[in-house]
């Protein structure tokens, strides 16, 4: 049996430090927001926003979900290095391969779409960021709880974007700085955390065999499947806006969302911070990892209530202090999407509880079902409704998921496996 004298203290510890960091890097380029549109007025900034939420349904599938069952296997094996050796090589084999079959669909898929082949050179230049994501494995950094040391080489690379960007984008004409340099500094970020690792861990990366990274790539497949079915549900929303309505209405969109993503990120680094410990306590008991996930949704849903709250007045704080960033569409959609934060953390907890019990078949079907009908909701209220339904659709379909995860984890915990 795994012991854990003080969990909650270790969990906070690396909570403050990576949100620390992490929330430096994250405002370090939402700094560059409000400068780029300026500069390269909505329109433009929409343009940007369309490559990136495309290109990052191809991150999701170089990950594969191995943010999760890479974790997993690391953290459980990391007192093994040969096994661990054995882990890191498969899974960065199977994520070189994704990414060559990956950009392969990446370019035909943009040569054939219109509106994606208008600005094809903002698109090929963003596909960087999967390279990068690629050469630096989260997973195994995460497995380790190595969190810091992650985040903060993250960090440098967020640092280093945005000062570029002040002194590289200076009109509508150098829009496709903006992607060069994202994805130049992200691969930048991958190359100096891959050597660390190797050198650090005394790894030696070898290409596994064609079986071996078959086999890991069937041990992912249900993660993988809830990972970009989960992504596709963020992304999605930029992508039909581009198709349905203008890049303008794209921008102030993918501004309104920036917003949102800093409290999504909250949940995010919680995420990262606790799923390793999640994992080993899920080897002691089920009663003990449902107690120590719902002491976390005690002490963090009320705070993003709070949270929720401040999104909700954020529009007339901003008419008062920064007018020049809010208008019609940003208020509405900022009150609207208000109701996000603390559905993100509920839906966390349920989703961690799923995942360490390795229930991610079933997590899956959660998932793909989910996206289908944010699909389908999705086009159906933005077509109605422009940017209002698709805000509505985003709220509607985290709403389900999260309904959905806890109907049956709570049909799970019932029977007689997890009981024992």
Same mark, same amino acid.
């Given at each position: 049996m795994?012991s854990s004298?003080?969990?909650?203290k270790n969990?906070?510890?690396n909570f403050l ?8 890097g994250?405002?370090l380029?939402l700094?560059?927001i409000?400068y780029?549109l300026?500069?390269?007025?909505a329109e433009g900034?929409g343009?940007i926003?369309?490559?990136?939420a495309?290109?990052?349904?191809f ?5 594969y979900?191995?943010?999760f ?5 690391i953290?459980?094996?990391?007192n093994?290095p ?5 882990v890191f090589?498969?899974?960065l084999s199977a994520?070189?391969w994704?990414?060559?079959?990956g950009?392969l669909?990446f ?6 779409v219109?509106d994606f082949?208008?600005h094809?050179?903002?698109?090929m230049?963003?596909?960087g960021?999967v390279?990068g994501?690629t050469?630096?494995p989260t997973?195994f ?7 810091t !040391? ?8 967020? #640092?280093l974007?945005t000062?570029? @960007? $002040?002194? &590289?984008?200076?009109d509508k004409?150098?829009?496709l700085?903006?992607p060069v340099?994202n994805s130049s500094?992200?691969?930048a ?5 891959l050597?660390?690792?190797l050198?650090?861990y ?5 290409f596994?065999?064609f079986k071996?990274v ?6 992912g497949?249900?993660?993988?499947v ?8 963020q992304?999605l929303?930029i992508?039909?806006l581009?198709?349905f309505? !203008?890049e303008t ?5 993918s501004? #309104?969302?920036k917003i949102i993503? @800093? $409290?999504? &990120?909250?949940?995010q680094v919680l995420?990262?911070v606790?799923?390793p ?5 899920s080897?002691?008991?089920f009663?003990e990892?449902r107690k120590?996930l719902?002491?976390?949704?005690k002490?963090?849903v009320?705070?993003?209530f ?10 007339e704080i901003?008419?008062l ?20 934060p603390?559905?993100y953390m509920?839906k ?5 509880m799923?995942i360490?019990f390795d229930l991610t078949? &079933? ?5 793909l ?8 909701i ?5 077509w109605q ?7 509505i659709a985003?709220?509607?379909t985290?709403v389900?998921?999260?309904?959905a ?6 049909i799970?915990?019932q029977?007689s496996t997890?009981a024992?």
């Amino acid at each position: 049996m795994v012991s854990s004298p003080n969990p909650n203290k270790n969990i906070l510890r690396n909570f403050l430090s990576v949100g620390f960091i992490q929330a430096a890097g994250l405002a370090l380029p939402l700094l560059t927001i409000p400068y780029l549109l300026k500069v390269l007025g909505a329109e433009g900034f929409g343009t940007i926003s369309l490559a990136l939420a495309f290109t990052t349904l191809f991150v999701v599938l170089t990950d594969y979900g191995y943010n999760f069952i890479g974790t997993r296997q690391i953290a459980r094996l990391k007192n093994d290095p040969e096994a661990v050796n054995k882990v890191f090589s498969t899974m960065l084999s199977a994520q070189v391969w994704l990414t060559i079959g990956g950009f392969l669909i990446f370019v035909i898929s943009v040569f054939l779409v219109p509106d994606f082949y208008e600005h094809h050179m903002v698109f090929m230049a963003t596909f960087g960021i999967v390279i990068g994501s690629t050469l630096l494995p989260t997973w195994f950094f995460q497995g380790m709880e190595k969190f810091t !040391t992650l985040h903060w080489i993250i960090f440098a690379s967020r #640092a280093l974007y945005t000062a570029m @960007v $002040f002194v &590289l984008v200076q009109d509508k004409n150098d829009l496709l700085w903006v992607p060069v340099l994202n994805s130049s500094t992200t691969i930048a970020a991958g190359v100096f955390g891959l050597l660390l690792l190797l050198f650090r861990y005394n790894l030696q990366f070898t290409f596994s065999p064609f079986k071996e990274v078959l086999q890991s790539l069937k041990e992912g497949f249900n993660l993988f499947v809830s990972a970009i079915s989960t992504t596709s549900i963020q992304q999605l929303p930029i992508i039909v806006l581009g198709l349905f309505t !203008t890049e303008t209405i794209v921008g102030y969109y993918s501004f #309104a969302d920036k917003i949102i993503l @800093v $409290f999504r &990120l909250a949940t995010q680094v919680l995420s990262t911070v606790v799923f390793p410990k999640a994992v080993l306590i899920s080897q002691q008991s089920f009663m003990e990892i449902r107690k120590f996930l719902l002491r976390i949704e005690k002490w963090s849903v009320p705070l993003l209530f709070i949270a929720s709250l401040f999104l909700y007045f954020l529009p007339e704080i901003l008419q008062l202090t920064a007018p020049q960033y809010v208008n019609h569409v940003v208020r509405r959609l900022l009150k609207i999407m208000a109701l996000l934060p603390p559905v993100y953390m509920l839906k966390l907890t349920t989703e961690q509880m799923l995942i360490a019990f390795d229930l991610t078949a &079933l997590y899956r079907k959660i998932m793909l079902i989910s996206l289908l009908v944010n699909i389908v909701i999705l086009i159906l209220l933005t077509w109605q409704f422009n940017y209002s339904g698709t805000a509505i659709a985003v709220v509607l379909t985290e709403v389900i998921i999260f309904l959905a995860m806890r109907r049956k984890w709570k049909i799970a915990e019932q029977t007689s496996t997890l009981a024992g």
